[in-house]
């Protein structure tokens, strides 16, 4: 069964970039069906989409934060990343990793249980 | 603000139906993209529990069903129980910001 696992550190401050890894397990990574993609949630707010990737390398993101954003993938080790630069208060929350697949019409069909990032000096 | 607009809240009694709706526009649920709708329940991960307008996935009972009808879409929930309670969530595409779109969430609670 697909699993999805999110590391990285939970302090992070302002100004500095946040970087985040996604390590996928059991089962395919490689394939041309899926995108693996990145998800937030601030403290009492709800769910913000920040960005898309395919295991080639195909990227998509949220307009309103692209000039920030880098997300790459590493096919041999089943992985994919999220880097995000110059980070704010604002930025602080709860970052999941999910896949999407076209199969279900690109819902995020498996997530990461997530892992919460602070913004703070 | 959010691309897609969901009521901030609802509310049923137990055993009753309620209706969750989702709007949206030309640009994502109006042109022809699939809308999806997930439960967050507190400390845990989003659950999808409809995917493309109103199919289940494996495990999710068939008192969650879905539709979508031109802009706009719901998410209705028969035989409320308490388990129920959570904040669930719309999402679908916007083919002219080529991204992927929330809604704003609807907390729903089980009186």
């Known amino acids: 069964q697909l699993q999805l696992q999110e590391s990285g550190p939970r302090l992070v401050k302002p100004s500095e970039t946040l970087s985040l890894t996604c390590s996928v397990s059991?089962?395919?990574?490689?394939?041309?069906?899926?995108?693996w993609g990145w998800i937030r949630q601030p403290p009492g707010k709800g769910l913000e989409w920040i960005g898309s990737i395919s295991y080639s390398g195909s990227t998509y993101y949220k307009p309103s934060l692209k000039s920030r954003v880098t997300i790459s993938v590493y096919p041999s080790k089943n992985q994919f990343s999220l880097r995000l630069s110059s980070v704010t208060a604002a930025d602080t929350a709860m970052y999941y990793c999910?896949?999407?697949?076209?199969?279900?019409?690109?819902?995020?069909?498996?997530w990461g249980p997530g892992t919460m990032v602070a913004v703070s000096s | 603000q959010s691309v897609l607009t969901q009521p901030p809240s609802v509310s049923g009694a137990p055993g009753q139906r309620v209706t969750i709706s989702c709007t949206g526009s030309?640009?994502?649920?109006?042109?022809?993209?699939?809308v999806h709708w997930y439960q967050h329940l507190p400390g845990t991960a989003p659950k999808l529990v409809i995917y493309e307008n109103n199919n289940r996935p494996s495990g999710v009972p068939d008192r969650f069903s879905g539709s979508k009808s031109g802009t706009s879409a719901s998410l209705a929930i028969t035989g409320l129980q308490a388990e129920d309670e959570a904040d669930f969530y719309c999402q679908s595409y916007d083919t002219s910001l080529s991204a992927w779109v929330f809604g704003g969430g609807t907390k729903l609670t089980v009186l």
């Open positions: 059991g089962g395919h990574f490689t394939s041309s069906y899926y995108f």
């Open positions: 030309s640009s994502n649920i109006g042109a022809s993209n699939e």
């Open positions: 999910a896949r999407t697949t076209v199969i279900t019409g690109r819902a995020f069909d498996i």
